[in-house]
């Protein structure tokens, strides 16, 4: 029988995991995909690009960005969640 492969929906986050916005370290794991925050606030990044930007964001909202650092300084959103594509 062959085997059956699974597609997902385009757009569909593959994974996802807790991010500690820290000052000195890059994400264990880019966030490929986006970052989802569950509470509205400003998240200070680093893009693949190595460009920094702080970006306002609304409570539960997905910011499809790809991004390899989050830092703790001028972080205000919480509940962060790295995604994965």
Excluded: H
């Amino acid at each position: 029988m062959p085997k059956k492969v699974w597609q997902l929906p385009e757009g569909t986050a593959r994974g996802a995991a807790a991010i500690a916005p820290n000052d000195g370290a890059n994400l264990p794991r880019a966030a490929t995909y986006g970052i989802y925050n569950a509470v509205a606030g400003n998240i200070r990044m680093i893009c693949m690009d190595d460009s920094e930007t702080t970006i306002a964001v609304p409570a539960n909202y997905v910011l499809r960005v790809a991004v390899k650092k989050v830092f703790a300084t001028n972080t205000t959103a919480t509940g962060l969640q790295a995604l994965f594509a």
